[in-house]
């Protein structure tokens, strides 16, 4: 048979007889879907193995797919480009104005408003991936943008735009921090910058951030959720106060200086910790009411001043909440001790029979007034005022006010007067409440400015040296002694000619600058240059300290903070040259590598270190030697007032970050 080309591969037969063959163009049907369903086994598998392997398992399907979501993300912010300003853009919506501001931020560094904005967007992105278990981690657009060139030109801006506008969206779909927004206004205060002019300003308040950032570093590394460092044994200090409670005192009291430094990343991390951990529901330790008052619910409260988060302003609440059994007495005086857990309350033994302290009681009404009006609750305020109206119908000893007050029968206790220990913040919190009430509480200053008249009438003495002093009395007694304490004094005063002109104002001008010259004289007449805890003034000494008890400095603020008042009423340049000497004098005896350590005796060179880093070290002697060097523009003494910790509260009517609550 002859062959008439090539032959098949295969024959197919059907019932023995050869099928013809022809060419076959495409897959049969039955074929098709076999392949199909090969390709669909493949793509569920990788699909399946991309999302399930170890590293991208979480503790559900929907976490797992943010975390893959959040690896791709890393890589963003290295591609965001910021574009050139277009106009009224960001005003679009809140979170393309919250972009715009980080657009710009370079551009807006002068702008407060539009930087607290900024920081708010961020705070609360990061917020909401804490409270999301973190599968969802923010892009650090701040930083990214940062890094950008600022003159990128419009082409590439414009290319850009997409991915831009899609960071944008995120932002806005995420769950937000509650905030309470700032009044509407054609100014906002200052609450971070405020370099000052002078170059030498500048340098020299650099000097003290750094110092700042030092002290909390250290914090952080050797006692993070402890209420205070031990600088030198580098661990947590739990003698204090505070006893051995986990508190987080120096969180609390050095939140806002960290916020008005702009240390950011560090006032996250505080706040983030307050978030996530502080509470006292379940402490059973007796707490001080006035200590707790004055730097967790005054730093709490200044928190939410300056950032409008409503977190601080509800732990404020939370801890006020809890002071409130103390106040269950036969007079409405509270006790000084409180049992957070138990609402059981008691007196120090030692306090003149139990009685209450007058510094203590006298010094809730500027915490408690404005945590009234920004949560509309007015128990607070009808606390205050109700210990306001038994002090004032008391009959008192040649118009001075004793140290002790009996709360259950109402009587003044043994004849001690100081505006030193025991008395000081009263006499304090009667010129503030009637400045943050934006002087409509006239009693508050009426009564201070008859204190005051008293006070110098009766306890103002000058030495033969010609250094003006505030002695203690006791029983008609002078004992010729000034605290430490008593050295707030001298700003005090000038506070009070600064903000009323009056018959009195020339008077307690004098008595300032003569105050706060003695009181850097008991600074200058030691070896280290740091004052003592108190000093007296006999025939042989003058501003100087004479038990060994007293000559010791635990990074006190209180001639500091004159400096402070002095500077911003005067503008005589020795304050700040004597606020420099403190500086100097910190750095050389009281910094360890550790954090910053008082010290046991100011008249030796080489002396001991007490090993403790107070909290009050950063929540007032840092804040006020940063504000001494500072433009008067930030916190300006006619927006803000600060409690007896520093602070600052803003002033009702005048300060748009006083966030009242409705029809408060």
């Not at 600022?150 to 831009?164: D, Q």
């Not at 007495?329 to 857990?341: C, D, H, V």
């Not at 209450?356 to 007034?369: D, K, P, Q, V």
């Not at 006499?427 to 409440?433: D, P, R």
Request: hydrophobic share 35%.
């Amino acid at each position: 048979m002859a062959t008439t080309g090539i032959l098949p591969s295969y024959q197919r037969f059907l019932n023995g007889a050869p099928v013809p063959t022809s060419t076959r163009r495409s897959f049969r049907p039955r074929e098709k879907y076999l392949i199909l369903l090969v390709f669909l086994t493949f793509g569920v598998v990788c699909f399946g193995a991309f999302f399930f392997l170890p590293e991208f398992r979480g503790a559900g399907t929907v976490n797992s797919v943010y975390k893959v979501y959040r690896h791709m993300q890393k890589a963003g912010p290295e591609l965001l480009i910021p574009p050139p300003p277009h106009g009224d853009e960001a005003s679009e919506t809140p979170g393309k104005l919250a972009l715009g501001l980080l657009r710009h931020n370079i551009e807006s560094q002068q702008d407060p408003h539009r930087l607290e904005d900024r920081a708010r967007l961020l705070a609360k992105i990061e917020e909401e991936d804490r409270k999301n278990q973190k599968v969802l981690e923010r892009p650090d657009i701040a930083d990214s943008l940062n890094k950008a060139s600022v003159s990128s030109s419009t082409k590439t801006g414009e290319f850009m735009k997409p991915m831009i506008e899609s960071v944008v969206d995120m932002a806005e779909i995420a769950p937000k921090i509650q905030t309470v927004p700032p009044l509407e206004s054609d100014h906002y205060p200052v609450i971070y910058g405020g370099e000052d002019k002078d170059p030498t300003a500048r340098i020299r308040r650099d000097k003290i951030k750094e110092m700042m950032k030092h002290s909390w570093d250290n914090y952080v590394r050797y006692a993070w959720g402890k209420n205070e460092l031990r600088p030198v044994s580098k661990r947590g200090h739990s003698g204090s106060i505070f006893g051995s409670a986990s508190l987080g005192a120096t969180i609390m009291d050095g939140l806002d200086t960290l916020y008005i430094m702009g240390l950011m990343d560090e006032f996250k991390q505080g706040r983030d910790w307050i978030a996530d951990n502080y509470s006292l529901d379940q402490l059973s330790v007796d707490l001080s009411v006035f200590e707790t008052n004055i730097r967790f619910v005054g730093g709490l409260l200044t928190c939410f001043a300056l950032t409008g988060d409503v977190m601080f302003r509800d732990k404020a609440e939370h801890t006020a909440q809890k002071l409130l059994p103390a106040f269950q007495t036969q007079t409405g005086i509270p006790n000084a001790l409180i049992n957070t857990k138990t609402g059981s309350s008691k007196n120090y033994g030692w306090a003149s029979g139990g009685a209450s302290i007058l510094s203590e009681f006298g010094t809730l009404s500027l915490e408690f007034g404005y945590l009234s009006d920004v949560t509309g609750n007015s128990v607070y305020r009808d606390k205050v005022d109700h210990i306001r109206q038994v002090i004032k119908g008391l009959e008192k000893p040649r118009g001075l006010y004793p140290n002790y007050l009996n709360p259950k029968t109402g009587k003044w206790g043994q004849h001690h007067m100081s505006m030193g220990a025991l008395g000081d913040s009263f006499f304090e919190y009667l010129l503030k409440e009637w400045l943050r009430s934006g002087r409509e509480d006239q009693e508050a200053r009426q009564m201070y400015d008859e204190a005051m008249q008293a006070i110098m009438t009766h306890m103002l003495r000058t030495s033969a040296g010609g250094l003006m002093y505030f002695s203690d009395l006791k029983f008609d007694r002078l004992e010729h002694k000034m605290d430490h304490l008593a050295c707030f004094s001298g700003g005090l005063l000038a506070l009070g000619a600064h903000t009323l002109q009056s018959p009195q104002s020339a008077r307690y001008m004098e008595v300032a600058e003569g105050i706060t010259n003695t009181c850097h004289e008991s600074y200058d007449r030691t070896a280290t240059k740091l004052g003592p805890e108190s000093f007296r003034f006999t025939e042989v000494v003058e501003a100087k300290a004479i038990r060994t008890a007293d000559k010791y400095y635990i990074l006190r603020p209180e001639v500091i903070e004159s400096y402070f008042y002095m500077w911003r009423v005067t503008k005589d340049p020795k304050y700040r040259e004597w606020g420099w000497e403190a500086v100097q004098a910190l750095q050389k005896h009281c910094w360890t590598p550790g954090g910053y350590s008082g010290i046991k005796n100011v008249y030796m060179e080489d002396s001991q270190k007490d090993d403790v880093q107070q909290s009050f070290f950063l929540a007032e002697t840092l804040k006020y030697l940063y504000l001494l060097f500072s433009d008067d523009s930030l916190l300006s003494l006619d927006e803000w007032v600060f409690n007896t910790e520093g602070h600052p509260v803003p002033i009702k009517g005048m300060n748009p970050y006083y966030r009242a609550a409705p029809h408060t």
